[in-house]
T-cell receptor, first 113, second 117 residues
Framework: GQQLNQSPQSMFIQEGEDVSMNCTSSSIFNTWLWYKQDPGEGPVLLIA?????ELTSNGRLTAQFGITRKDSFLNISASIPSDVGIYFCAGQNYGGATNKLIFGTGTLLAVQP | NAGVTQTPKFQVLKTGQSMTLQCAQDMNHEYMSWYRQDPGMGLRLIHYSVGAGITDQGEVPNGYNVSRSTTEDFPLRLLSAAPSQTSVYFC????????????????FGNGTRLTVT
């Protein structure tokens, strides 16, 4: 099945550093979503992007919807230990009959205090 | 609100056994779905439902059955468990299934960790 290419697979950083991760697809989406999964829990939505070129922030998180509609980026500024988790991108095409998301393979983030 | 509730949290099965993973949501969501999460594979859609009485297959439906008799519940059945079904299973729901859904992103449960020996 279709999957999104997400990179990097994992990141080990020091507290206070900035983080960047990205997601690419061979097909176009009209919605990009970023989720975070804490250990032992389900994914939680961080940011939703609905328009090509859109740049949206949520606190220290900033995400962008690529103008080609085939990619998206997530940046985390001034990382803190609670940022630890797995970050997933997801693409979606609304207007269809379903709410199916295509997920990326995830980026594992570890933050050293 | 409890949100999306999944039971059990952990389960160990022997090959060939059957079981049902339960999922319930109290948000009056039309859309419900089941995903499995495997290392390095992200989340893959198993089955989904756009409303009571309606179900459809996702990306990896083989070996799983679902039904949607009520808006609130969406159980996932494994008829004859296989080691390849060892995974973490997530149920997710959202308010709307199609146009206009963009204001209603998926809400996930906390998962069921299944091991098949």
């Amino acid at each position: 099945g279709q999957q999104l290419n997400q990179s990097p697979q994992s990141m080990f950083i020091q507290e206070g550093e900035d983080v960047s991760m990205n997601c690419t697809s061979s097909s176009i989406f009209n919605t990009w979503l970023w989720y975070k999964q804490d250990p032992g829990e389900g994914p939680v939505l961080l940011i939703a992007l609905y328009k090509a070129g859109e740049l949206t922030s949520n606190g220290r998180l900033t995400a962008q919807f690529g103008i080609t509609r085939k990619d998206s980026f997530l940046n985390i500024s001034a990382s803190i230990p609670s940022d630890v988790g797995i970050y997933f991108c997801a693409g979606q095409n609304y207007g269809g009959a379903t709410n199916k998301l295509i997920f990326g393979t995830g980026t594992l983030l570890a933050v050293q205090p | 609100n409890a949100g999306v509730t999944q039971t059990p949290k952990f389960q160990v099965l022997k090959t060939g056994q059957s079981m049902t993973l339960q999922c319930a949501q109290d948000m009056n969501h039309e859309y419900m779905s089941w995903y499995r999460q495997d290392p390095g594979m992200g989340l893959r859609l198993i089955h989904y439902s756009v409303g009571a009485g309606i179900t459809d297959q996702g990306e990896v439906p083989n070996g799983y059955n679902v039904s949607r008799s009520t808006t609130e519940d969406f159980p996932l059945r494994l008829l004859s468990a296989a080691p390849s079904q060892t995974s973490v299973y997530f149920c997710a729901s959202s308010y709307s299934k199609g146009q206009g859904f963009y204001n209603s992103p998926l809400h996930f449960g906390n998962g069921t960790r299944l091991t098949v020996t």
